[in-house]
C-alpha cells in the first residue's frame, strides 16, 4: 500500500521561506515521478512542481517558477519542495503526489495523472 506523508507546513511572513518534506513508503520510490499541488479555499487544485524518477526533469508553475525548487532523495524516499520568498497568495493546503508510470518523464500536470496522493499540510503565509 503506496502511503504519501507530507511535513513541515506552517506560518510564516511574508519573504519568509519554508521547506516541505514528503515521504513515501509501499513501492519503489526511485521508480515514480512525483508532483506537489496546493488548494486554496474555495479554487481548485493548483499543480506546483513536479519531479522526474531521478530527479534530472523538473517543471514548474509560472507561478511559482524562480521562487520554489522541488528536488528529491531516492535514497531517503523522499521528496520536498523548498519555498522561498513567499506571499500571502502561497497561503494553500499543499500535496504531494505520485504518478504511476515507471520511469517516466515526470512532466505530468494534472491531478488525474497522478495515482496517489498525501494529506496535505498547511501553509499560511501572513502579509
Known amino acids: 500500500q503506496v502511503q504519501l506523508v507530507e511535513s513541515g507546513g506552517g506560518l510564516v511572513q511574508a519573504g519568509g521561506s519554508l521547506r516541505l518534506s514528503c515521504a513515501a513508503s509501499?513501492?519503489?520510490?526511485?521508480?515514480?515521478?512525483m508532483g506537489w499541488f496546493r488548494q486554496a479555499p474555495g479554487k481548485e487544485r493548483e499543480f506546483i512542481a513536479s519531479?522526474?524518477?531521478?530527479?534530472?526533469?523538473?517543471l514548474y508553475a509560472d507561478s511559482v517558477k524562480g521562487r520554489f525548487t522541488v528536488s528529491r532523495d531516492n535514497a531517503k524516499n523522499t521528496v520536498y519542495l523548498q519555498m522561498s520568498n513567499l506571499k500571502p497568495e502561497d497561503t494553500a493546503v499543499y500535496y504531494c503526489?505520485?504518478?504511476?508510470?515507471?520511469?517516466?518523464?515526470?512532466?505530468?500536470?494534472?491531478?488525474?495523472?497522478?495515482?496517489?496522493w498525501g494529506l496535505g499540510t498547511q501553509v499560511t503565509v501572513s502579509s
Open positions: 509501499g513501492r519503489t520510490f526511485s521508480h515514480y515521478g
Open positions: 519531479i522526474n524518477w531521478s530527479g534530472v526533469i523538473t
Open positions: 503526489a505520485g504518478d504511476n508510470v515507471k520511469f517516466s518523464s515526470g512532466r505530468y500536470r494534472g491531478p488525474e495523472e497522478y495515482e496517489y
